[in-house]
């Protein structure tokens, strides 16, 4: 099956799919994005993905290209046109297509574009599995990380000194050793008495949706929940750590830096929150 994209009100191929040059998502990174996960053909945990695009719209004062109440639907349909039952779909919304000048224009309509696609769920589980790596980088990424910008580059840095060090992630790091977050995840540490630590919400890092749903799932199950910062050496002398984001789900982090985390195998709590979120993204048991 060719995959298919939205583009404005179409539907087309992939490989054919395009935008104006003069787009300002391209030329400018004025533009958001969100990244959901599909679960038996889903998506998953839709209206606080939703909640955040409302967000991350305002905060550069990029009109909704269709309603709120429509964009569901399309969602749902470029699903369905890309037959992805395991997976994930992108969307992106530029403030459109203008003349070339930095300020916002007069009169521009915002440009949508969406695409899906599978995601073995074994990736996933594989994750959970053996655990993954972690590296930390400083932080040199803007002021308004709260914001679901397109504007990535920091983040494809960071990542690519973690693909070269061998490591799934990067933990970016302040000036004083406090992790912010990942290249694409909010990070998580486990104390000695099994409380799960992640840093508060504020303008410095995205308010993950899974991250959200991770601190509703823990509290649940009576696993208390520490939102404050919390340094990169503490992290490495952690019980445990983890990962968080719409792809992986929960990832235990087994190693940061080269240093074993707890006995160096993913720990029980991360463990158990992972089996807790894929309970509530709709995965079979024994997926």
């Given at each position: 099956m060719s995959r298919v994209a939205y583009v404005d009100g179409r539907y087309l191929?992939?490989?054919?799919?395009?935008?104006?040059?003069?787009?300002?998502?391209?030329?400018?990174?004025?533009?958001?994005?969100?990244?959901?996960?599909?679960?038996?053909?889903?998506?998953?945990?839709?209206?606080?993905?939703?909640?955040?695009?409302?967000?991350?719209?305002a905060a550069l004062a990029i009109a909704w290209p269709?309603?709120?109440?429509?964009?569901?639907?399309?969602?749902?349909?470029?699903?369905?046109?890309?037959?992805v039952t395991e997976g994930m779909l992108y969307l992106q919304i530029s403030r459109g297509v203008a003349r070339r000048e930095h300020a916002f224009p007069a009169r521009a309509a915002?440009?949508?574009?969406?695409?899906?696609?599978?995601?073995?769920?074994?990736?996933?589980?594989?994750?959970?599995?053996?655990?993954?790596?972690?590296?930390s980088l400083p932080d040199i990424r803007w002021s308004r990380c709260d914001i679901k910008s397109v504007a990535l580059l920091?983040?494809?840095?960071?990542?690519?000194?973690?693909?070269?060090?061998?490591?799934?992630?990067?933990?970016?790091?302040?000036?004083?050793?406090?992790?912010?977050?990942?290249?694409s995840s909010n990070a998580w540490i486990v104390d000695a008495q099994g409380s799960v630590i992640t840093r508060p919400l504020g303008n410095d890092i995205l308010g993950g949706v899974t991250r959200l749903r991770v601190v509703d799932l823990a509290r649940e199950a009576q696993i208390k929940v520490i939102e404050r910062p919390f340094t990169i050496a503490e992290a490495k002398a952690a019980r445990e750590a983890f990962v968080t984001s719409t792809t992986?789900?929960?990832?235990?982090?087994?190693?940061?830096?080269?240093?074993?985390?707890?006995?160096?195998?993913?720990?029980?709590?991360?463990?158990?929150?992972?089996?807790?979120?894929?309970?509530?993204?709709?995965?079979?048991?024994?997926?």
């Open positions: 191929r992939h490989d054919k799919a395009s935008i104006h040059i003069e787009d300002r998502g391209y030329q400018f990174a004025d533009g958001v994005y969100e990244v959901l996960a599909v679960v038996g053909g889903a998506l998953v945990d839709v209206a606080d993905h939703l909640k955040r695009l409302d967000r991350s719209l269709v309603s709120e109440r429509v964009l569901p639907l399309l969602m749902r349909e470029v699903v369905r046109r890309n037959g915002p440009t949508l574009v969406m695409t899906a696609r599978a995601v073995p769920p074994a990736r996933r589980a594989a994750l959970v599995a053996t655990g993954v790596k972690v590296v920091p983040n494809v840095l960071a990542k690519q000194k973690a693909k070269e060090a061998g490591a799934y992630e990067a933990w970016m790091l302040e000036p004083n050793g406090t992790v912010t977050e990942g290249a992986a789900f929960v990832a235990p982090v087994v190693e940061i830096d080269g240093v074993a985390i707890g006995d160096g195998r993913p720990g029980a709590v991360a463990r158990k929150l992972a089996a807790l979120y894929e309970r509530h993204a709709g995965v079979p048991l024994g997926a």
